[in-house]
């Protein structure tokens, strides 16, 4: 089972449904102009039309400043093998639209042990947060940590992952739980949300150029 599971902090997410809901609108908003459309109120879309770009550009450009910090780690940090002894969960809350709902990120942080080669001593670290319920997928404790110059950050690579999601797992012992993010990641709702609001974009300048 191939697999590239980053941390929360390096995922670029969804930016292809924000950039097909650009080219869509800006489509739509190019056919309400050809048909007569003209005014404030196309220059309102205009702009309106450039908030999803600037929210994707930020994505793209946050994950790839981290993915670079990544990067400098595994070719000037220090490596050393590390063994996986644990999973935190941690549900970060937030609020989200007009009413400010309370809802909540779940992160996943895996606990390593790692041992000095000099003196023997064994800590444990803590990895970055990962959407996903990485340890759902892992077949081994084993994988390499990396880390920076600072030595104040670690970056965990070299996962062996199963090769079907029913072999065993390293933390079979332990109950299951329902995992968000393993039933879709909400895959589902937003491409349902980007077909309706799509579809209400095009009949609302259908109805714009009938009148």
Known sequence: MKQKIRPAEEEIGNVAFIFLFVILWYSALLGSVMSGGAGITVILFFVAGLLPVYSAVTMIRRALFYRKQRADAIAYGQSQPG???????????????????????????????????????????????????????????????YTDRSGWKYYLEDFRFKERMSDPGIFDDRPLEFEETMAGNGRV???????????????????????
């Open 83 to 145: 063994r996986i002894q644990g999973v935190v969960r941690q549900d970060v809350p937030y609020h989200s639209g007009k009413n400010r709902t309370l809802r909540y990120h779940r992160y996943y942080y895996l606990k390593v042990d790692i041992t000095d080669p000099v003196t023997g001593v064994t800590n444990t670290i803590q990895s970055q947060g990962y959407r996903k319920p990485i340890h759902r997928y892992l077949a081994s404790e084993q994988v390499r940590v």
């Open 189 to 211: 709702v937003q491409i349902i949300f980007v077909i309706v609001f799509i579809l209400m974009i095009l009949s609302m300048f259908m109805e714009g150029g009938a009148l």
